[in-house]
Nanobody
């Protein structure tokens, strides 16, 4: 059973930085992509950043130039470096792993809270 463990959330002032980490359990096979999503109160869950097995990245327009997604060589850990944080970035951040070849399946972490406030 795939399990995702997230860490790195917390309280930070505007303009500050945080780095989120997500590690998948061993034997998480056929990873197609690893992503970070976030959900703010009263908002829909949105994709923040994605990195595919092939190394392609995609970012939400609101975080371009501020956030960077990366992964290690084992492709079982995904990082999200968040710089120049804004209050609008406040949300519960979820790690997502999409697995499969022909049939895709999504797995989600429990979420880590990011709060940007003075």
């Amino acid at each position: 059973q795939v399990q995702l463990v997230e860490s790195g959330g917390g309280l930070v002032q505007p303009g500050g930085s945080l780095r989120l980490s997500c590690t998948a359990s061993r034997f998480t096979y056929n990873i197609y992509a690893m992503s970070w999503y976030r959900q703010a109160p009263g908002k829909e869950r949105e994709m923040v950043a994605t990195i595919t097995r092939g190394g392609n990245t995609n970012y939400a327009d609101s975080v371009k130039g501020r956030f960077t997604i990366s992964r290690d060589n084992a492709k079982d850990t995904v990082l999200l470096q968040m710089n120049s944080l804004k209050p609008e970035d406040t949300a519960l951040y979820y790690c997502n792993v999409r697995t499969g070849v022909n049939i895709l399946r999504d797995y989600w972490g429990q979420g880590t809270q990011v709060t940007v406030s003075a």
